[in-house]
């Protein structure tokens, strides 16, 4: 872990940001075509050192908000060998009320955690190759919004997959000796439909409102091995106690029937769920996962533009149990910590500094964790 690298990054990523305006601000004012390239730079514990480059080609016609249409490219990859390169098409205004998002994707990850549920005393008596496995996979995803009535929103979509997996260890792999449904990969695909409430003022970057979510997905594949239902609900809420402090919290309960592959399961660890754990630490049939922030909006550095250096102090708390069971007492994962936020209107640079165990992690990307 290189402390060395906090600074740096983050003055790269405002660098980066206060060249491009914010084209979402301004898309009633133009008419025609307009593209953007932004350089794209992060870093985290897990996955070292991100870089690439994401172009977008924005359609105007003077009325549509933020925009009419969005192409967008995207190339990136990490120095632990994570790539994630995307096309993505975007209609907000396919007609009155609804939205239309496809995207086609291809990931790969070298060093995908899988410690088959095993304690952390136990999972130190293994090397890193041993605790993980190669994945590549290209996905295709589609999704369509319609406003029933505000703030009310109905969601439908699917994806598809083929993943291919390898363990890294040739002896001694916890993924190829447990050998869950799903270690040989295969093709996957899922339908899913959520409704949502959502009285947030800023979908990237809230300072009051609500969300709730409820999601439902239907999954199937490897030749008819994997089949399985997800149900999901999600709360956050947002609520201002001055002017420039904020707390936020998120509750989302998770529960999965049927016979899905393990690379399916529900997920806890990582940047966008328990800090400071390693990403992935475990898997499987039901989570239950709590997130509180403490946000302060900070410095002014650029008034007439909304640009802030804000801080936030967080705290994690999640379980992976089994679907028939209840959470336990004692197998809670926990992660706290702190980091800074570079406000600039809608757009967020996130730097935290997270606490599991005995284990920490440095996370600096874009957006907040919820």
Not at 113 to 138: H, I, V, W
Not at 317 to 343: A, D, K, N, S, T
């Amino acid at each position: 872990m290189k402390i060395g690298l906090f600074p740096l990054n983050i003055a790269a990523a405002v660098a980066v940001l206060s060249a491009f305006p914010c084209d979402a601000q301004k898309a009633h004012e133009t008419s025609g075509w307009r593209p953007t390239a932004l350089p794209l730079l992060n870093f985290s514990s897990d996955d070292g050192t991100g870089y690439g480059l994401r172009v977008n080609l924005f359609e105007y016609d003077g009325v549509s908000v933020p925009y009419r249409r969005k192409y967008s490219v995207q190339l990136f990859m990490t120095t632990k060998g994570t790539w994630v390169h995307r096309v993505l098409v975007d209609t907000p205004h396919l007609r009155p009320g609804q939205r239309l998002e496809g995207e086609l994707v291809y990931e790969k990850e070298d060093f995908a955690n899988y410690y088959g549920g095993l304690s952390d005393e136990d999972s130190d008596g293994y090397s890193r190759d041993q605790k993980t496995f190669r994945q590549a996979f290209p996905e295709l995803k589609v999704k369509w919004i319609r406003t029933l009535r505000v703030p009310w929103r109905l969601r439908l979509g699917g994806r598809l997959s083929h993943r291919d997996i390898t363990p890294n260890a040739l002896t001694g792999s916890i993924l190829a000796d447990l050998d869950p449904l799903g270690a040989d990969g295969g093709m996957f695909a899922q339908i899913n439909s959520s409704l949502r409430y959502d009285t947030r003022d800023d979908y990237n970057n809230a300072t009051s409102g609500v969300l709730e979510e409820l999601l439902v997905g239907f999954g199937l594949g490897g030749g008819g091995d994997y089949r399985g239902v997800t149900f999901s609900f999600d709360h956050r809420h947002f609520r201002p106690l001055t002017q420039t402090l904020l707390f936020a919290h998120r509750m989302s309960v998770d529960w999965t029937l049927g016979d899905l592959p393990f690379y399916e399961e529900l997920k806890l660890g990582g940047s966008r769920t328990v800090r400071g754990a390693p990403s992935a630490r475990d898997r499987g049939e039901a989570r239950i996962l709590l997130n509180g922030e403490l946000r302060w909006r900070g410095l002014p550095l650029w008034r007439r533009r909304h640009m802030y250096l804000g801080v936030a102090v967080f705290g994690d708390l999640g379980q992976i149990f089994e679907r028939g069971e209840l959470p336990h007492g004692g197998e809670w994962r926990r992660g706290v910590g702190m980091g800074l936020r570079y406000h600039w209107q809608s757009t967020i640079v996130r730097a935290d500094y997270g606490s599991s165990g005995d284990r920490t992690a440095i996370y600096i990307t874009f957006s907040q964790v919820f």
